[in-house]
């Protein structure tokens, strides 16, 4: 039970990344193309995972050091959803790479891109 309870606190958070995940998709699908999409979506949950793993991190190791077992808990388990979700990322990028060797060299040159549909 103890585990259902856990899982059910982390709930918000994964839907919270799941929603950011996909405005970023369904932005950068529009304004470039759907490869381009999954690319910045990879680079933006690599940064945003690490982030949020640091914070967790931290977290975690101030509630163990205050013995605050209930914040240690809640903290742990964020952390471990946010370490598995950068392992995620991570793995999709290999794969995204793996699929499109193009991406792993950027251009020197700026190429001309439709930034906004009201900017020419």
């Given at each position: 039970m103890g585990?259902?309870?856990r899982l059910s606190r982390m709930i918000p958070l994964i839907i919270a990344l799941a929603l950011v995940a996909a405005i970023i998709y369904v932005v950068f699908t529009y304004l470039h193309s759907p490869a381009r999409a999954k690319e910045v979506l990879i680079k933006v949950f690599t940064w945003l995972t690490g982030?949020?793993?640091?914070f967790f991190g931290l977290a975690t190791l101030y509630a163990l050091f205050e013995s605050n077992s209930g914040v240690l808990d809640l903290a742990g388990s964020f952390l471990v959803v946010t370490l598995v979700a950068l392992a995620i990322t991570r793995f999709c990028n290999y794969r995204f790479l793996k699929h499109h060797p193009s991406y792993r060299k950027k251009p020197t040159d700026r190429a001309?891109?439709?930034?906004?549909?009201?900017?020419?």
């Open positions: 585990l259902l309870a982030l949020l793993s640091a001309h891109t439709k930034r906004f549909p009201w900017q020419k």
